[in-house]
């Protein structure tokens, strides 16, 4: 007696159509886990009152581009990750020189770039010279002769009589600065992380059903 089996359909064809079923749901499930703990940062930037400037340098992208993989990754990374990562860790900030740390009041101004101002552009900027005063308590301070104009930022006086003249305070001294951590990425990354086992399911379920 001669037995003959034939499986329909086909074994290979199957396992082949189960592969490409999983290369999709992987891919499928680390874009969606991307593209959502980019959207969780970015609501923690606004939300800690950084702006949405900030916010946007955050991008996400999906490996390999263009083409479904059982390894597929997604990566989510910052354009600025000097200025996220000190306010994620919130560390202790000292000069370089070993010196002062200057922070501008509101009658420095901004620099050119719209970024903080430094004393050397400030006296550039505006003609006039930073005199030292040494306070015993509080920080120390960069001050001006001069006056307010009406955005309230420090100018040189106009007057030859001497009329408005003030000392205007334009930058503080400090030794030290300790920011305050406003973020906790690593918080999302991992809620993002656990998420990826269950969206892959998902994906896959999906996929049989259509």
Do not use: C
């Not at 600025?80 to 000190?86: F, L, M, T, V």
């Not at 009658?107 to 004393?119: D, K, N, V």
């Amino acid at each position: 007696m001669k037995l003959k089996l034939d499986i329909t359909p086909d074994l290979a064809t199957m396992m082949a159509a189960e592969i490409k079923a999983g290369e999709k749901a992987v891919s499928a499930a680390t874009r969606e886990a991307g593209t959502g703990l980019k959207a969780d940062w970015r609501r923690q930037i606004t939300g800690a009152g950084l702006g949405q400037r900030l916010a946007r340098t955050i991008r996400s992208e999906q490996y390999p581009k263009g083409q479904p993989s059982l390894n597929a990754a997604a990566l989510v990374w910052s354009k600025a990750p000097e200025i996220i990562s000190a306010h994620d860790t919130g560390p202790l900030i000292r000069s370089k020189t070993g010196f002062w740390l200057t922070i501008p009041t509101e009658a420095a101004g901004r620099g050119r770039r719209g970024g903080r101002i430094t004393p050397g552009e400030w006296e550039r900027r505006r003609g006039l010279r930073l005199r030292f005063v040494y306070r015993r308590s509080g920080p120390s301070l960069l001050v001006a002769e001069g006056r307010l104009n009406k955005g309230g930022r420090a100018v040189a006086s106009r007057s030859k009589t001497g009329r408005g003249l003030t000392t205007v305070p334009i930058f503080l001294l400090v030794p030290q600065v300790k920011l305050p951590k406003r973020l906790d990425l690593d918080r999302d990354a991992e809620q993002a992380h656990d998420s990826v086992p269950g969206l892959i399911v998902a994906n896959w379920v999906e996929d049989q059903l259509f």
